[in-house]
Nanobody, 123 residues
């Protein structure tokens, strides 16, 4: 099992930026998801374990950026131009055994999950 720990959430205003971090050891494809109470968990962004491939949900393209520093065992989600509809609990997830360039976009594809960090964007 991969131990994951998200940090960096908080309360910000519309248009602000936040950077989430997820500590995760090992060579795993990684993803960020978000969930609003009463709704399904939603894919936000994914990155291959080599870092060369990424994927985003349409609603965050051009605003969010996923990256990783394998030397630091950390994956980041840089969130710019935040909107109230970005308010959610954000989770990072790991897919064990992925190939170098594989990116995964569904909840069921991932094996391990962090406990989540709250992001609240006020209008």
């Amino acid at each position: 099992q991969v131990q994951l720990a998200e940090t960096g959430g908080g309360l910000v205003q519309t248009g602000d930026s936040l950077r989430l971090s997820c500590a995760a050891s090992g060579r795993h494809a990684m993803g960020w998801f978000r969930q609003v109470s009463g709704r399904e968990r939603e894919f936000v962004a994914g990155i291959s374990w080599g870092g060369g491939r990424t994927s985003y949900v349409d609603s965050v393209k051009g605003r969010f950026s996923i990256s990783r520093d394998n030397a630091k065992n950390t994956v980041y989600l840089q969130m710019n131009s935040l909107k109230p509809e970005d308010t959610a609990v954000y989770y990072c997830a790991a897919k064990r055994g992925a190939l170098l360039t594989e990116v995964f976009t569904t909840v069921l594809a991932y094996d391990d999950w962090g406990q989540g960090t709250q992001v609240t964007v006020s209008s």
